[in-house]
């Protein structure tokens, strides 16, 4: 069998963005969770949100650390297997991306080394600084990375200009339209809210396996309140900004929503499909469970507002992984709802937490991670065939690899990403379990560790 | 020259060239150090260890992102280049990513899994820091002879692969004689004697083999008058290294005197050699393939790029400078409250 570096190399990418985006998407929020805990602590001198702090930053570091080293190997990629990306839009793409490296990257990866080891070694409004930077670092890495991402889905402000050689390269006509291009700042919206809601379920989850333990620490009640209220209050905000994100899907990408509501005729007053299986030969959805009107309701806000189906389109992107990820992507958004908000009742009402609530808290440990993946995977399958839209397709991108060597790669890579997803998760929750195992709960004890800190702390004044 | 660079436009590029050697170097130096206490845990006791890892602790993450920008400086300001020279050295690169990731995340793993599996992590962290040592010697040397890939060439990368990996040991070496006392301290000090010599054996395998690869680089260093402008540096490089090795010889001192300054000689060496380098190579960015010109992105696209990195690295380097500071003095246990 020919070995088909195209495809390869596509996996490869795909594999390495799924496994990156796993961390960042946790971090980019606990950054500001983590401040939160700080702030408390500097109103409050509770030592139990400083307990919640500490017990998350280690969460934080892992997370980062996995996010670093996974992220370098992504700009490496670039390089080793889509070299035309860089030759085509590379005058677009350089400066993001270096404006990320410098404005974010050194940000986050210098004053993490403070946040991390320095509270005993520096004042606590250095302390607490390095914590707003460490949090504004995250966002605006992540701020820039999606101005690049949005511009490959919604191009704008460029031209394409041949070289001497003949080939057409984009170059900058206005910088503002090409940061604040249509899509940015919905993707970007979306993207942050995600990542809020992708944080609140792990530390509720983590929490709830905690308290399962029978750990009985006032931080972990504290840390499980802030994400239970955090999750109730972002929820409905990500509907919102999701319902947006669509609309401007449809404006400038229409295929793509298509194949999200798996619609193949053009129709007015489109039904909402709930479920089916779409069959690209068929051209049909098979089994499929629909509510009339919806879809046009929803995309159109009208009765008969029109969708475009997929066989009016040219060409359109794979239907089936996109319309499985955004019914998968959604349906853990709705079960995000309901449990957040009966968190809330159950929060408002003072009652002792079920413990069927923690188990299902535990299980959505990494349910933002699921449903950011998933959504990923929607946006990026849905811009297929092309890298940058319209302007060059991802096989156009391709470097000089032969397949053997991608796939031998590909398969270190899969085996590393496969191991590295396992031990983060088990080591998470031994590291829940070593924090309640007895030495840390007993109140006194915390009480003289908060002692001793203060003194290192007054000290190094 | 420099009136015609400003002239015909040229001088962008050369800006970013120098300010992409510059990260390298600066990449070399500081991931260097912890990469090198990387495969300098292999020889200590399981204390040491701890102790060793706390010192680079507080920085490593942000010693690895000087790779970040200087791959992203050449990816972002000299994109033809950046494909040729990534997909020529498509292999050691993915090597170098799978040594990177396995010690950057064993950092973490190897203080929070259970006490009993701490060991595992500790062996992968220093197969880690040794594949991405040897990883990116190799690279080095497979840039100097062009991407040779004869048996010859092997055999030279090799032998850089190695020189790297040695050259990262010794300012690991001095690293720990600034940060650490005591027996360790000690040790140190022999492994820095060990690896200067190795690396000084390499030092000299690159400054022959150049010349002898490149008529154009023999030319540029031995024709006269270069010559009198050029002896300073080899001969610079070789009075640092005897300091070095006299200093190495005699240490420790007394109330710990000039425990810093191994490490400092070292940074020195490093600059001299690089300089070396660079002389060597300019102005092609792909050894005898192109040059930098060539390869370079739109002027306006570097424009805008100079000037978020002429606001942005003062404030880098005074932050960095900082967060040295904070943890200056001996390592102690690294505690996150």
């Known amino acids: 069998m020919e070995l088909d570096p195209f495809l390869l190399s596509r996996i490869q990418f795909a594999a390495n963005i799924t496994f990156h985006i796993m961390f960042p998407s946790i971090t980019i929020a606990l950054g500001w969770v983590l401040l939160f805990f700080k702030l408390r602590y500097n109103a409050t001198q509770d030592e139990a949100w400083m307990q919640s702090y500490f017990f998350f930053t280690k969460v934080f570091a892992l997370s980062f650390a996995i996010g670093v080293v996974s992220g370098v190997t992504m700009s490496f990629q670039f390089g080793t297997n889509w070299p035309g990306f860089m030759e085509i839009v590379g005058n ?58 949005s511009w490959m889905h919604t191009p704008a402000g460029f031209e394409m200009i041949a070289n001497d050689a003949g080939q057409l390269q984009a170059h900058v006509t206005s910088w503002w339209e090409v940061v604040f291009n249509p899509s940015m700042p919905y993707r970007l919206t979306h993207m942050l809210l995600a990542s809020g809601l992708t944080t609140a379920f792990l530390i509720a989850g983590i929490s709830a396996y905690r308290l399962l333990r029978g750990d009985r620490a006032s931080s972990v ?58 069959d690209e030969t068929e051209r049909k959805n098979h089994f499929s469970i629909e509510i009339p009107y919806l879809a046009s309701i929803i995309v159109t806000h009208s009765l008969d507002g029109e969708i475009k189906g997929l066989n009016d389109f040219e060409a359109h992107p794979p ?39 923690l188990y299902a808290l535990v299980g959505m440990t990494f349910s933002g991670v699921v449903a950011t993946i998933a959504g990923w995977y929607v946006t990026e399958i849905g811009r297929q065939p092309w890298l940058v839209q319209g302007v060059l397709t991802t096989k156009e991108a391709l470097g000089p690899v032969t397949g053997g060597m991608v796939l031998s790669t590909l398969l270190v890579y899969l085996s590393i990403y496969a191991f590295l997803t396992i031990a983060y998760i088990v080591t998470l929750f031994h590291m829940a379990r070593k924090a309640g195992d007895g030495s840390e709960r007993d109140p006194e004890r915390q009480i003289i560790q908060g002692g001793e800190r203060h003194t290192a702390i007054a000290a190094a004044k | ?157 090799c032998l850089i692969a190695v020189a790297i990996a040695s050259a990262y040991c010794l300012i690991g070496a001095c690293w720990l004689i600034m940060k650490c006392e005591g027996s360790l301290q000690v040790k140190a000090i022999a492994w820095a004697k060990y690896h200067l ?42 009075l640092l290294i005897g300091t070095l090795y006299l200093l190495l010889r005699k240490m420790p001192f007394a109330q710990d005197k000039y425990c810093w300054l191994p490490f400092i000689l070292t940074i020195a ?69």
């Open chain 2, 197 to 238: 010599i190795n690396s000084v054996v390499g030092l000299v395998a690159v400054s022959a083999a150049t010349p002898l690869i490149s008529k154009r680089i023999f030319e540029k260093w031995f024709s006269f008058p270069e010559i009198l402008f050029l002896a300073p540096i080899p001969i610079a490089t070789g």
């Open chain 1, 92 to 149: 677009i793409a350089g400066p993001l991306l270096a404006y990320e490296v410098l404005t974010a990257f050194f940000l986050e990866a210098t004053f993490l080394g403070i946040m991390l080891f320095g509270f005993r070694r520096v004042p606590g409004w250095l302390h607490t600084t390095a914590t707003v930077l460490v949090a504004v670092g995250t966002t605006a890495s992540a701020f820039w990375i999606l101005v690049l991402n």
């Open chain 1, 221 to 278: 009640r504290k840390a499980l309140t802030t994400a239970i209220v955090l999750a109730a209050i972002l929820m409905p905000l990500q509907v919102i900004a999701g319902h947006e994100h669509g609309i401007n899907t449809k404006e400038y990408q229409p295929a793509k929503l298509a194949a999200m509501e798996g619609a193949w005729e053009t129709q007015k007053g489109a039904p909402l499909v709930l479920f089916g299986i779409p």
């Open chain 2, 1 to 157: 020259m420099i009136e015609q660079a400003i002239a015909d436009g040229s001088w962008l590029p050369y800006t970013f060239a120098f300010l992409m050697g510059l990260s390298m170097l600066i990449y070399a130096v500081l991931d260097g150090y912890d990469l090198g206490v990387g495969m300098l845990i292999d020889n200590a006791n399981w204390h040491e260890k701890d102790r060793m890892i706390a010192s680079i602790g507080p920085f490593w993450d942000a010693n690895e992102t000087w790779l970040i920008l200087g791959v992203g400086l050449l990816l972002v300001a000299f994109p033809a280049a950046h494909g040729v020279i990534l997909t020529e050295l498509y292999l050691p690169v993915a090597i170098m990513l799978f040594g990177l990731i396995f010690r950057g995340v064993a950092f973490d793993f190897r203080a929070k899994v259970p006490y009993q599996q701490k060991w595992r992590w500790n062996n992968k962290f220093f197969y880690g820091s040794l594949l991405a040592s040897l990883a990116q010697g190799y690279m080095l040397g497979s840039y100097i002879i062009g991407f040779d890939q004869s048996l010859s060439g092997i055999m030279f990368s």
């Open chain 2, 269 to 337: 060496i490093y600059i001299l050699s690089f300089v070396g380098l660079a002389h060597s190579f300019f102005p092609y960015i792909v050894p005898e393939k192109m040059t930098i010109v060539e390869a370079a992105a739109a002027p306006a696209s570097l424009f805008i790029m100079l000037i978020g990195a002429l606001i942005v690295l003062p404030i880098l380097i005074g932050y960095t400078a900082l967060a040295y500071y904070i943890f200056h003095g001996k390592a102690t246990e690294l505690r996150y409250d």
């Open chain 1, 319 to 357: 239907v089936k992984p996109i319309f499985f990820g955004f019914r998968l992507m959604v349906g853990i958004g709705v079960l995000m709802l309901i449990i957040s908000w009966v968190g809330c009742y159950l929060l408002w009402r003072n009652k002792e937490t079920p413990k069927l609530y």
